[in-house]
């Protein structure tokens, strides 16, 4: 068996890990204000540093963090911080010889424009798209899109045994009245295996943990 890998998109901090980091619900002790928070609205709130979704035994935390989202057959989401404008590359391992790439529009469902776009990234063992399908990748809050429908085959920029890469699109702003979906810049990632593949994070990881491009492992592929 072999493992087959994607790194970091860019450079920035792991902001959830299958639930916000350091966000929690209303106070059910005082719905009316978060404690120890910049924000009143229900039902998100900004919490102090270190909750980090573990338990609570106080009325502070109705839960101790937000699960998120994940689109269906999709799992092992996993946030990680950027700036506007910031391009997001897929860092593949040398032996994904090809990708097909498709875009979505249903990032958030409570959301519109660019913060609800991503795209589909779908690996595969062989060049054009042949040998074993892998699973995709979503890459989610995208902009500028690049490739759809397109099959893109592995390059060698930096030798054929190393790892290779393509640029699908860049970080979009913070919309005005953004909702709880898209509150800071990021890239919002989850996986999908095929039969008789198995997909995972690489890494437990924590909350903040720093990733660097091309450089940080985070997720991949055994078959």
């Not at 106070?27 to 573990?54: L, R, V, Y």
């Not at 424009?113 to 690996?123: D, R, T």
């Not at 892998?134 to 054929?160: A, D, E």
Request: overall charge neutral; some cysteine.
């Amino acid at each position: 068996m072999a493992n087959y890998y994607i790194y970091s998109p860019f450079s920035g901090q792991a902001i959830s890990l299958n639930c916000y980091c350091s966000r929690r619900t209303y106070n059910p002790c005082n719905t009316t204000t978060c404690p120890q928070s910049g924000e009143t609205q229900h039902p998100f709130c900004k919490d102090i540093a270190g909750i980090n979704c573990t338990g609570c035994g106080t009325c502070f935390c109705s839960k101790c963090c937000q699960h998120i989202v994940t689109e269906t057959g999709y799992k092992a989401p996993l946030d990680i911080s950027a700036s506007n404008n910031a391009w997001i590359t897929a860092y593949m391992s040398a032996n994904i010889l090809s990708v097909k790439i498709f875009h979505m529009d249903d990032v958030c469902a409570s959301e519109t424009g660019e913060i609800n776009q991503g795209v589909f990234l779908e690996a595969w063992t062989g060049s054009n798209a042949t040998g074993k399908k892998l699973g995709r990748l979503l890459y989610g809050h995208v902009k500028n899109r690049q490739y759809n429908g397109q099959i893109v085959n592995k390059t060698c920029p930096f030798g054929c045994e190393s790892l290779w890469f393509l640029s699908i699109g860049q970080i979009p702003a913070v919309p005005s009245g953004a909702g709880t979906c898209y509150k800071s810049t990021h890239i919002h990632l989850e996986i999908k295996e095929e039969t008789g593949v198995v997909a995972s994070r690489t890494n437990s990881f924590s909350c903040n943990q720093t990733l660097s491009a091309g450089v940080s492992p985070i997720y991949w592929w055994t078959y």
